[in-house]
C-alpha cells in the first residue's frame, strides 16, 4: 500500500494533479455544471502547488498563460469551484487549495505549515462528529465548518531553525 500523498512527502504531483481535474470533469458533468476552460485552468493552477493560492496569484499565472482575464473572472472561477466542492478557501490566507475528496459532503479541516506554508487537508470524522454535536448541543444549526490549524510539518520541525 502506497503512502498517501502529502505535501511533505515525496509523492507524483503531476499525477495527483491530473486525477484532481479528471475528478472535476466528472463531478461537473453529474452535476450539469459547465466547467469552461478557464474555470479548468484555474482548477489546474490551484492544483500545481500544495501550496494555497490566492486569487490574484491565480490571476498573475493566467496572464503568464498569455490569457486576458480580469479579476472578477478569477474571482467567479474560483466561486464556481467553491460551490461544487473542488476547492477550498483557506480563510486564514485568504486562499485556495484543491479538494481532496470532492465527491464527498466533508467538514474542511487544514493543517497549514507556518514555515512552508504547505496545506494538507486533514481526515478527522470523529471530530466532525463532535464539532456537530457541541454545536447542536447549543441549539445552533452548522451550515459549514471549516477548521485551520497552524503549525509545523514534519519536514520543517526537522530543520534546525524552527525549533
Request: net charge neutral.
Amino acid at each position: 500500500m502506497s503512502a498517501r500523498a502529502i505535501p511533505y512527502r515525496p509523492h507524483n504531483h503531476d499525477a495527483c494533479a491530473s486525477q484532481a481535474l479528471a475528478d472535476a470533469r466528472v463531478i461537473c458533468q453529474q452535476q450539469s455544471a459547465r466547467l469552461t476552460p478557464i474555470r479548468e485552468r484555474v482548477l489546474e493552477l490551484v492544483w500545481q502547488s500544495h501550496k494555497p493560492l490566492g486569487a490574484y496569484d491565480v490571476l498573475a499565472e493566467l496572464s503568464s498563460d498569455g490569457h486576458n482575464a480580469a479579476p472578477p473572472t478569477v474571482y467567479r472561477a474560483l466561486d464556481f469551484l467553491q460551490q461544487h466542492g473542488l476547492v477550498h478557501r483557506i480563510a486564514s490566507l485568504n486562499a485556495f487549495v484543491g479538494c481532496t475528496r470532492p465527491a464527498e459532503s466533508h467538514t474542511g479541516m487544514f493543517l497549514i505549515c507556518r514555515a512552508c506554508g504547505n496545506v494538507l487537508e486533514l481526515t478527522a470524522p470523529a471530530l466532525t462528529s463532535e464539532v456537530r454535536k457541541a454545536a447542536a448541543g447549543e441549539g445552533f444549526r452548522a451550515e459549514s465548518t471549516t477548521l485551520e490549524i497552524a503549525g509545523l510539518c514534519p519536514r520543517c520541525q526537522a530543520e534546525p531553525c524552527h525549533d
